[in-house]
């Protein structure tokens, strides 16, 4: 058996060596097909990769509260969405006092009717930033709050309500691209702060996201914009604790708010490894869609496989009557002609590999995207292809087994 695992591989190689450009062409569509799919993998495993380091970087232990359904949505808001009221600070403090699995909670202000904010220095502006007013207790929650100079403002700042920000790298960047950004006075949506922190940029994410932070004193912001409501909450839990810290966040929540023990909760709370579980899922959808794609693709590669080695049988009539006048079994002319047809598909699916692991590393070296090629996806095509020459080429095996010898050594 080994001995003819070997004839047989050997004949199939010959084959195609004397017949390099037919095999290529033959096996184009497996190449690509392949290809497609380890490119798409790559770069959904980079992007996958890289949102997940982006979340889980927010804090593993944590879970934001706010009053709208976060995370994907299905469709529109609905009127009761709409109708909810919006959670305030003294809901904080109670989930504080109250609830023994939460550490410490960090309490965020978001301006009401300023759609577009913007900070400036001189002649430089920076649009489309993440404006909010919070607490000193933000840095120790935000497990990507960390400082890359100066300070974070302080609580005596805060109860005094002093104009100070905390600004994130790329804005430090873009508006003092020479000069340090601590001391400096910049304008935030008409209001005057100074700098007293650079937030350090958080690390990971899909490359081109921008720290546009600016976080200001709770009641300085409170000062500014005296009705504004809109209140979030991240919630920091002792280790270990986190699902009991949102049981116990939600049901604090669900007594201030007055919600029934039979209605839903009128508000939601969601950890980072849900939201990673989202992101998951709608990468599980694009993978199967570029699998279903691809699949044409080496469906079309095995139809011209299946049409060449029918060709190939007719070709090799003679060699085939030959082969059975001395002596060839039934099983021996079909695992020829098997092994040519696999190692023909698996010769195409090992170009495709070599190409699409070309086209993933380089990618980063033109782009911001990150790209990881796993290792399922080189097994995966390789088995992928060589099935494909094996599902194609049965027929023609049969065909050439089925050969009268008499008839093929009359063959012209």
């Known amino acids: 058996m080994r001995q003819d695992f070997r004839e047989n591989l050997g004949l199939a190689f010959d084959t195609l060596r004397a017949h390099k450009l037919r095999s290529f062409l033959t096996v184009l569509g497996v190449v690509i097909g392949v290809g497609v799919i380890i490119v798409v993998a790559s770069l959904l495993a980079g992007f996958d990769r890289a949102v997940t380091e982006e979340i889980s970087g927010v804090g593993a232990d944590t879970a934001f509260v706010y009053r709208f359904q976060q995370g994907i949505r299905h469709g529109r808001m609905t009127k009761e969405e709409r109708m909810r009221k919006p959670l305030t600070v003294e809901d904080a403090d109670a989930i504080l006092e109250s609830a023994p699995a939460v550490k410490s909670i960090a309490v965020s202000l978001f301006p009401r009717g300023v759609s577009n904010n913007t900070v400036r220095y001189k002649d430089r502006e920076v649009v489309g930033i993440d404006y909010r007013g919070t607490f000193p207790s933000f840095i120790d929650v935000y497990a990507n709050a960390a400082m890359k100079e100066g300070r974070f403002f302080t609580a005596s700042e805060n109860h005094h309500r002093r104009n100070v920000a905390v600004i994130g790298e790329d804005i430090a960047t873009a508006l003092f691209p020479d000069v340090p950004a601590i001391g400096k006075e910049i304008l935030v949506s008409g209001t005057t702060f100074l700098v007293v922190g ?108 299946m049409n060449i080695m029918l060709v190939s049988v007719t070709e090799r009539t003679r060699e085939i009557g030959v082969r059975k006048a001395i002596g060839a079994r039934r099983r021996d002319i079909t695992w020829q002609f098997l092994f040519e047809a696999m190692a023909l598909t698996a010769t195409g699916g090992i170009l495709g590999m070599g190409v699409a692991s070309g086209i993933a590393l380089a990618i980063p070296l033109v782009t911001t995207f990150q790209t990881a090629v796993p290792l399922w996806s080189v097994a995966a095509g390789l088995i992928v292809s060589t099935t494909v020459g094996l599902i194609f080429g049965v027929w023609p095996a049969m065909k050439a087994s089925r050969l009268d010898p008499v008839e093929a050594l009359r063959y012209e």
Request: hydrophobic letters at 40%.
């Open 198 to 305: 650079v937030f350090e940029k958080p690390r990971g994410g899909t490359g081109d996201d921008e720290d546009r932070r600016v976080a200001v004193p709770y009641y300085t912001l409170r000062k500014i914009y005296p009705h504004a409501e809109e209140h979030g909450f991240r919630i920091q839990a002792h280790q270990g604790q986190l699902d009991l810290a949102v049981d116990q966040t939600r049901d604090i929540l669900r007594r201030r708010r007055g919600v029934a023990y039979n209605d839903p909760d009128n508000f939601s709370i969601q950890t980072s490894q849900q939201i990673v579980e989202q992101f998951h899922a709608i990468v599980g959808v694009v993978a199967l869609v570029t699998v279903v794609l691809s699949s044409i693709g080496l469906l079309v590669g095995g139809v011209g496989v």
